[in-house]
């Protein structure tokens, strides 16, 4: 068993730790399907991989997501959110826990997004998302530190969307270590309702520029068929969305080169 | 693990997008988006950031653009001369501009420019910034007098621009040479940048004008001994013009623009970038009132151009001014004295921080006497010019090999001639010059324009590697290293369709002697290729490729344990993905992937990137916040990235990065009254795994550089 926890603990510092903090693993399974390319992407509640996306939404939405990286049971994720949007703006309220008993992350995030107009007829829509981030280790105590994320997402056509996410410019400590500080620009083009693609260029500052693109059809009303690959790591994606009514069901998974297979799934409800 | 070549990929990955965004974006047309911005703004980034292999400061060109734009030029009255200071124009299409106005009278309005043969939308829209429409003058004003005349003293007076202008720039983390260390050398000042500049101006008629500035670590003293008068660099003119046969009189500081640079042009130019055929044709100029803060790039005493004929003119200067050079500590055992000891070579860096700095303040003085005579008749000009320099203390410099050739002695003669046809819709130019020893350096060239599709441009330089030219500056490898340099340059702007551009040029170079660190003769090339599409008024993106190969010094191993002095070819290539999105007046945004690769033989390539979002905010029109994030990477320095960054007015960024980390800034413009221009920046970089930043005397500890700059100008 310690050589285990040795194991997935190496696996989170070294391998994982990149990917953990990046979306694919926590924007929700339609990101994770489209190789976690989602920062022009509209209508996602989520906000780990750009706040300002919410503000695109038009209903309340009360979402649910699971994942399990690499199929390891240490490495479980689960999140829920709401988002409520209001004549004020849209509101977001969320949760999300990872990890297993010796070291368990949790984040409780607040977000707000609205669209301005700024004398056009169009829409800029700005987004921000705080989040409490706190991780403990039985043996060695818990800390907690305030993570920020500033996102901005407009069409520059009809037909395509661009969106950019800056995340912790205050460059936030937790136990002496500084969190991940992040920039993303995405595109997103969508010539038809049947079919769009997006692309994402990602960049932590302490690991190497990531290129991240996912593909998504819906041959039929009600299904949506999803693939994505990204670098740095270097990984496979694909998935399936079903809409039914004010219901929401998608399902992930993605192929690490290494590491193998992490399966994902999501649920929610708009109305 | 992290490898460290691991962005290696990034690159060709790059490739890949600029085919897929333009597939895209050609699939379907936009449809129900409102136009609801038309503006153009002055965009000196594409002219000026490329301009990387430039030796000399481009900052002389970013104020004379950012004054040109505040300044706009009247298309109904500027002469071909003035409008041909505008990058977009170039010589050519100033003429042609001025030819159409002549022929079918005054423009009513400026977009009525685009009936001018040549003038593309691309061009407009980099030309309108600086362009403005007046009162129009009737031919029979102009055909009154063979000469300019000044209006009416009330038209001078109102027309009159009052300037105050105060900047203070400070570093926020500081290095050791501002510590109050008694043991060891430090900065004698503070750390802040002081800047004052007092002028009145109307238009081209009179300009008067004072320039004081203090660099970081220079002391605030009043020391008349040393020439420092409570600034260290100070600067300034009265100069009159356009009154009858007086087209200029300079008094003070002024800068010297003739023929193609090869012999007499002091100040800077553009050279290589991303606008590769208007600005390589050079016009004669002539003097130009000088009041920047470059500390070398300038002549201090008079000068006047006189016209004898309305397409004769006469010009004469004549300069005495100190400058900085390197000399040697005398050697007091053996009598000498500092009067006595000779220069090496002049210092330019204009810094006089430290003991050793200061050393070199004003050790030589030189005078330089010249003149010359200009005449234009139809679409020729020609000219001829001479000038002879005159230092109090005799230059020798060093044994080494690459000083052989360097200017010696204690004064010189240049003489030169010149030539610019226009012909057609081309531009032929050329320039001759003779320096001592008779040794001769040649420029010419042609620029010539295929209907609205395409414009071509053709430079070859000679110059010799005893060719001795002191005060030119002109196009080549090394913009303003004017020596020791044979190439061909070839610049191609075409505009395959409506939307679409593209600008390319290749440059071919030798260096026939050998350079400080290359120990051998060498060559290179050099080459761009930029893909501009703009879909709609209010959004543009484009591709440049841009690779350069150049032989270098390098320690060449022939035995084990022994190297000698050998080159190599090194190679810097850089792909780039640039786009801009005008969402309104209010908000602009501006997004860019660079990536880098080094190449040098018998070493892994070396890989950079740079990402950064850019927005333009005006909440209210008084008020314009500028804001970046930039994330860099890059494996070293060879692979560093460079990004144009907006800054104060009048001033020039374009800061190196290399190392891994994070830049951002925001810079703050407020003009509460139509007088009153506030502007704040505040930039900090922050970079990952170092423990200090910077080396020598500016090495500061940590891993984070903050800078704090203001300006408050007052115009009236």
Redesign the interface.
Known sequence: MTHRIVFVLSLLL?LAGPARGQTSMENGARTAALGGAATALPDVPWGYANPASRSTLSERVVAFFATQAFGLSELRLGAAQVVEPTGLGTFALGARTFGFEDYRETHLNLGYARGVQ?????R?HLGVNVRYHRVSVPDYGAAGTVELGLG?L???????D?G?H?TN?H?PTLGGEELP???A?G?H?A?MDLFR?V?D?Y?D?????A?RSGIEVRPVDVLFLRVGAA??PSRWTAGVGVAVGAFVADVAAERHEVLGWSPAVAFSVRW | ??SRY??S??LR??TL?PL??GA??L??P?????P?TTVSEPDPEGLLEDLESTTGTPEQLAEALDELAASPLDINRASADALAQIPALGPSLARTIVAFRERFGAFGSIPELRSVEGITQNVYLAARPYLTIGETVTPAQEEASRFPTWPAWQFVREDTRYEILQRTTRRLDLGRGYEDDTTRTTYAGSPSRIYTRLRVRSRDYFSVNLTLEKDPGEAFTWTPDTGTYGYDHVAGHVAIGQRGRLQQLIVGDYVALFGQGVALWRSSAFGKGRAPVRPMARTTRGFVPYGSTDENRFFRGAAATVLLTPSLSASAFASRRTLDANVNVPDTTRGELFEDLAATSLSESGLHRTPSERADKDAVQEDVVGGGIDWQRGGLRVGVLGYRSHFDRPFQPGDAAYQRFRFSGTSATLLSGYANWFVGDAHLFGEVARSPDGVLGLLGGGTLRLNDLADLAVVARHFPRDFVSLHGYAFGERNGATQNETGFYLGLDLQPAERWSVVAYFDQYRFPWVRFSVPRPSTGYDALLAIEHR??RW?HYYVQFRSETKEQGHPVAVAPGRELDGIRPETRQSLRLH?Q?Q?????R?R?R?EGIRFAAPEQPDEYG?I???D?RWLPISSLQLDLR???F?TDSYDARVYAYENDLLYTFSVPAFSG???R?YALLRWQPLDAVTLQVKYAVT?Y?NVDTVGSGLDEVDGNRLRELRAQLRLRW
């Open positions: 070294v700024l004398g056009t007829s169009r800029f901005g407009v069409s520059v056509l009809p037909v395509l661009l950019f800056w410019p460059v500080r992040t920039l620009v595109l083009y010539p693609v692309v260029a960049k500052v302490r690991f190497p520029l290129i670098t740095e | 693990m992290i691991s962005t990929g990034v990955r790059l997008l897929v965004l895209l974006l699939v379907r936009a449809a129900g988006q409102v609801d879909p709609r959004l786009g999105y969402f309104s007046r209010a908000l945004l997004t992937l990137m990402l950064y979002q927005v994030v930039a994330l990477d891994r980390g994070q951002s922050r990952e």
